[in-house]
């Protein structure tokens, strides 16, 4: 599949990028394509901010209700899936627009997926043998010792990434960040990337509370019990694992009062938020902009077309 130009939009959540995404489909011929790893499931609405189906019928979205929340999804299937997309965009003379939060789905299809040993599921059989004795904060210790920049970028409660890192050093002998790193070499796309940053921390801490306690009063308790009850979805689940789920989730297993799973699943968006910023502070060519600037919606069409006509030239 060729590569052809596509616009990128990235951000931290609660910054506003829906609401841009769909001021330049106003403005531009472009197909959004979501690059997010919640969005994708069917059911799982409120908690995820997904855009209302008015919205999603007057501006269609790739990528959004793909798939039942009992499925995995992975950064390969993404890139796979959202190439299709944008082949389809291309095809119809128009540009490919990706809008969203999830980092490694952006890094992975500008720069390549790394190719990774296999599972083996006797080697992590064994790390959450050695977990549950000694915790998972401790195998993210051994995981400072032989690859300190994967250590560096995985929380040391982030189960999965800790072990799959674990398990490629193990298999491949190499740093699992060594080889990620190499995977991005040689790999050239036409691709105009906006960046929506907050102006500050406090402004973006308010806006997340704020989204959260609206995201409650829509309903937000009632469609997790409605996954909740379900047989086949578990709290280990990827989908069960998003913020805010996770935590009113443990809210309906009796762990947490709904006070504490409000508390400590704004705290989680929080978290998640500075990591995305931090992807996006390591990322290259990105031309930024401010959530907050009065004219950001001129601001980033001019952006657009100063890109669009330095194409012609």
């Known amino acids: 599949m060729a590569n052809g130009p596509a616009i ?3 951000g931290p959540t609660a910054t506003g990028k829906t609401g841009l995404a769909l001021a330049l489909a106003d403005a531009f011929p472009v197909d959004i394509v979501s690059v997010d790893s919640a969005l994708v499931y069917r ?10 189906p008015g919205i999603l019928a007057r501006y269609p979205h790739a990528l959004v209700d793909i798939l039942d929340p009992a499925a995995g999804y992975s950064a ?7 190439r299709s997309a944008m082949q389809a965009a291309w095809d119809k003379g128009r540009l490919p627009l990706l809008v969203g939060g999830t980092m490694l789905y952006f890094r992975a299809l500008r720069e390549g997926l790394a190719r990774l040993p296999d599972a083996d599921p006797d080697y992590r059989a064994a790390l959450d043998r050695e977990a549950a004795v000694s915790g998972w904060a401790a195998l993210h210790g051994r995981l400072a010792e032989v690859d300190p920049a994967a250590a560096a970028a ?33 790999v ?16 973006l801490h308010e806006r997340i509370e704020r989204r959260f306690d ?29 913020v805010g789920y996770r935590q009113l989730w443990a809210h309906l297993d009796g762990k947490l009062s709904l006070e504490d799973a409000r508390y400590r699943g704004i705290v989680a968006t929080r978290q998640l938020a500075k990591r995305q910023l931090t992807w996006l502070r390591s990322e290259r ?29």
């Open 214 to 242: 609206e995201m409650l009063s829509l309903g937000f308790l009632n469609e997790v019990a409605g996954l909740h009850a379900r047989p086949d979805l578990a709290a280990d689940l990827p989908a069960m694992r998003a």
């Open 76 to 82: 390969g299937a993404f890139v796979t899936d959202a």
């Open 43 to 52: 059911g799982m609405d409120i908690g995820t901010a997904k855009p209302d």
């Open 285 to 313: 060519g990105l031309r930024e902009l401010r959530a907050d600037e009065p004219g950001l919606r001129r601001h980033a069409k001019d952006e657009v077309e100063r890109w669009l006509e330095s194409r012609v030239r």
């Open 8 to 10: 990128c939009l990235l």
């Open 154 to 186: 995985i929380q040391p409660g982030d189960r999965q990434r800790v072990q799959r890192a674990l398990e490629v050093w193990h298999l491949a002998g190499r740093p699992i960040s060594e080889i990620q790193a190499e995977a991005g070499q040689g």
């Open 188 to 203: 050239v796309a036409d691709y105009l990337c906006l960046a929506l940053l907050p102006p500050a921390r406090p402004w």
